[in-house]
């Protein structure tokens, strides 16, 4: 890979302000000062120094998010804040998008990343990928609902959902909570399941993908990078 390339893409600035670091001679490659931004460098075999600090090439980014409510699950929109507003530069130049989405109010566990594969991956229905999700309701759920979505709810649409898991977590006489699992991502399947179901959301909130849970330390609205460990959870392994 060309020197500037493999600058530019690890977020040492553009390619103008690359070629001045490199004139600067703040850049070395196994140890010595490089000026020629064509230079073509083996990213794998040799070390590439800035200002005495290691740039690592990384093709691929995964990322973990807390989404907050209000904020749409795009890469870019003109009227409301996107996910990809939430980010830093030292990310954005991956140019990462949303694996799936969350619908605007919905909040919790969002993947970003740049690799197309691994979106596939876990979006594809054929993977038949867990997620789970917790709600509050408007309404008294009841174990008929639980029969009625472990057999599949039937939309207003006439569409018949996948089998789910329903577990109630509490059921008043006006309200209740839960958590549901599916393996889908219809548009609004949730609210749409429990509209199905004679429910309102008023609040939900994604917990898991797969074996992945949303790390509890994230506030809303942070986000980090998968480690390989989790990464593995979904048997995949970066290039």
Known sequence: MRLDKLLSNMGAGSRKEVKQLLKSGAIQVDGEIVYDPKQHVDTEQQHVLLYGEPVTYQKFIYLMMNKPPGVISATEDKRDQTVIDL????VTYFKPFPVGRLDK???GLLLLTNDGSFNHALMSP???????????????????DVEEVAEGVTLEDGYK??????????AMDETSTLELTITEGKFHQVKRM?????KEVTYLKRLS???LPLDST????????????ELALFDWKPE
């Open 218 to 229: 994230l506030e809303a609205g942070e986000y980090r990078e998968l480690t390989r460990g």
């Open 194 to 198: 429990m509209l199905a179901l004679g």
């Open 209 to 211: 993908i797969g074996q």
């Open 87 to 90: 980010l830093f530069e030292d």
């Open 161 to 170: 959902t996948k089998p789910g898991k329903l577990v109630i977590l509490e």
């Open 105 to 107: 109010d919905t909040e």
């Open 126 to 144: 054929k993977k038949h990928v867990e997620k789970v999700y917790y709600a509050e309701v408007i309404g008294t759920l009841t174990e008929e």
